[in-house]
């Protein structure tokens, strides 16, 4: 990663992508190679979120600590220091944005999963039987859907 693209980086950001690997600019943020798991492709995404927090998810499926671990930091250097306490006002807003966060979350997952459902079912409705890897498939994404709707529910 170049000097230039780090100070690009948000402030929170900058410690952690200095210590990464193969990092490379994306749409809305960075990608690296895990350093928990010592992957060969970009499997570890960070950006920024609105509050200044670092955003990291780790899509070969090491946890955010242990990715964190592997190069010296932990989970408290992803967010900002708080300048000052929260007001009941700024609480209950970010209480909401939390919610409309985790119901945009849900509706996505509902999308794509309902894709995978109408799938299959149009193939069962024609006749054509679902492979064992197929089944296994539909009842992850029936399984989603229901995580889904207890987000959407507030439960």
């Known amino acids: 990663m170049t000097d230039q693209s780090i100070m690009r980086a948000p402030l929170g950001a900058r410690e952690l992508l200095a210590r990464l690997e193969g ?21 570890v995404s960070v950006s920024e979120a609105d509050n200044g ?36 006002p700024e609480r209950r807003e970010a209480r909401r944005r939390a919610k409309e966060a985790g119901w945009a979350a849900a509706l996505d997952v509902v999308a794509r999963e309902a ?24 009842v992850a994404a029936c399984e989603r859907v229901g995580e889904a709707r207890t987000v959407l529910n507030g439960r």
């Open 23 to 43: 990092v490379r600019s994306t749409g809305k943020g960075w990608r690296a190679r895990c350093p928990a798991c010592g992957g060969k492709s970009d499997k």
């Open 115 to 138: 894709a995978i459902i109408e799938i299959a079912g149009r193939q069962i409705e024609n006749g054509q039987g679902l492979l064992p890897e197929d089944r296994k498939r539909l």
């Open 53 to 88: 927090a670092t955003l990291l998810h780790a899509f070969c499926g090491c946890s955010p600590a242990d990715v964190l671990g592997a190069i010296g930091l932990g989970l408290a250097d992803l967010f900002p220091a708080r300048l000052r306490a929260m007001t009941e």
